[in-house]
């Protein structure tokens, strides 16, 4: 039974406790999380603020015209921010080794399809196990590729919005009903798919640090990424980068 972890452990606790730890995100990968996190709530209470209704907005005041004012400011520094991560994301994929393993590990491949038709099986109770996943699997995959289309088209349609006079109208309110609809249905991944995945399932609720801390232990590794697992097991490179090391940081928590 994988232990529950409720608070933030640091890794030299995490190196006392007797058990053996495995790098899931590296220093730079929580980096870049945590950034595209504050960017993503700021700009979903920033952009949303446009939809409120107008009593609500009335309660503001004579400070309504100056909140909105640093509302707009708030929404494009958010908005710039992330797309500068983003960028530098790509940068880390191509040219960054972690960043490359990153890419690899994440490309879509047929053991993905047989992976879900397993899973099916096991979620339906005609398997007893579900498949061994390896570093990521296909739920991860989609949600990854979902987060990149999305990141993608609310920053070509915000930067069309915000250079509105470069443009004809009919782009202008193609933008606009892109950019408002993807925001909805961005919070709504975020907040029930994303959410429920990571922090509320079974053993994790009501946390999952493992966005500040980077690792998991070993029971949990073998359980939930058995192929990748056993990869690491049998290769002594691949220990070196993703088994955290008794007395010194790892490759991969380095971020290399
Ligand atoms: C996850 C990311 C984002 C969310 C959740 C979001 C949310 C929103 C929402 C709900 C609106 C109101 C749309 C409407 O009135 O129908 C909006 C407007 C806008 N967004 Fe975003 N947005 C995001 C990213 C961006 C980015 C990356 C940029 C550009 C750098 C940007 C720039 C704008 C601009 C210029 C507007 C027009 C209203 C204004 O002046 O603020 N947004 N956004």
Not at 148 to 176: H, Q, R, Y
Request: net charge neutral.
């Amino acid at each position: 039974m994988i232990k529950k972890r409720w608070f933030s452990r640091s890794k030299v606790e995490a190196k006392s406790d007797g058990n053996r730890y495995f790098v899931r995100l590296n220093f730079n990968e929580r980096v870049q999380h945590m950034i595209f996190l504050i960017c993503f709530i700021v700009l979903a209470i920033t952009g949303f603020m446009l939809k409120l209704p107008e009593d609500i907005i009335q309660k503001f005041g004579s400070a309504k015209d100056l909140v909105f004012f640093y509302r707009g400011i708030l929404h494009r520094i958010a908005g710039v921010t992330m797309i500068l991560v983003s960028l530098y994301h790509v940068f880390y994929l191509l040219f960054r080794p972690a960043g490359r393993r990153w890419l690899m590990d994440m490309l879509p491949r047929f053991k993905d399809l047989t992976d879900l038709l397993g899973t099916m099986l096991y979620y339906l109770g005609i398997k007893d196990t579900h498949p061994d996943y390896d570093r990521f699997y296909y739920k991860q995959k989609m949600e990854y590729g979902a987060l990149i289309a999305g990141a993608t088209l609310m920053s070509v349609t915000g930067l069309l919005l915000w250079t509105e006079e470069m443009w004809p109208k009919f782009l202008l309110d193609i933008a606009t009903i892109v950019h408002g609809m993807e925001a909805v249905l961005a919070c709504l991944a975020i907040m029930v798919w994303h959410l429920y995945e990571v922090h509320l399932r079974p053993r994790k609720f009501p946390i999952d640090n493992l966005w500040i801390t980077g690792v998991i232990d070993e029971e949990e590794m073998r359980e939930e990424f058995a192929l990748h697992y056993k990869k690491i097991m049998e290769d002594p490179e691949l220990r070196k980068i993703y088994l955290v090391p008794e007395h010194e940081e790892g490759e991969a928590s380095l971020g290399v």
